[in-house]
């Protein structure tokens, strides 16, 4: 299985801001959208970053709320680390485990085609796990 699988459940919609949205903004798009994580671009659309709830939080803790009014590029991870469409799913499981994140956009010749997340690879888990218990009880079955 791989992060196409995944894709075809899902979709290609991946909600993103621009580099100057308000921190403020970012946190309405979170909760309107029920995210962890939104995509920041360049005003070429262009992938400048990613913002996850953690960032926000860290940043009004270590700030205090007024933080909110600055733009979303201050405290975004610029460093994205991204997969496509053919990476398995295990390998993006062990790259979110190791790097203790849980959001990987899908990037195809520098274009968005989508992102996923842990639930989402927890998701696909179970399913192929479901997939795999059903064989072996028909295998066992019909002897
Ligand atoms: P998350 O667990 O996805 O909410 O993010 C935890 C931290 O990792 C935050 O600082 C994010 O900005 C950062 N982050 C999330 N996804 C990625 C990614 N794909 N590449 C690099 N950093 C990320």
Sequence with gaps: ???NTILNVKGGD????STSTPILEVTKTLA???????VVTKEDGTLA???SERDVVRAI???GV???N?????IMTENIVTCDRNDSVD???GIMTSKRFRHMPVVEEGKLKGIVSIGDVVQQRIAEAELEANAMRSYIATG
């Design 1 to 3: 299985m791989n992060v």
């Design 14 to 17: 991946v909600v993103t801001v």
């Design 32 to 38: 309107k959208f029920g995210i962890g994580s939104i």
């Design 49 to 51: 970053g990613i913002v």
């Design 61 to 63: 803790a270590h700030m």
């Design 66 to 68: 007024d933080v909110t």
């Design 70 to 74: 600055e733009p979303v590029s201050e």
């Design 91 to 93: 390998k993006i499981m």
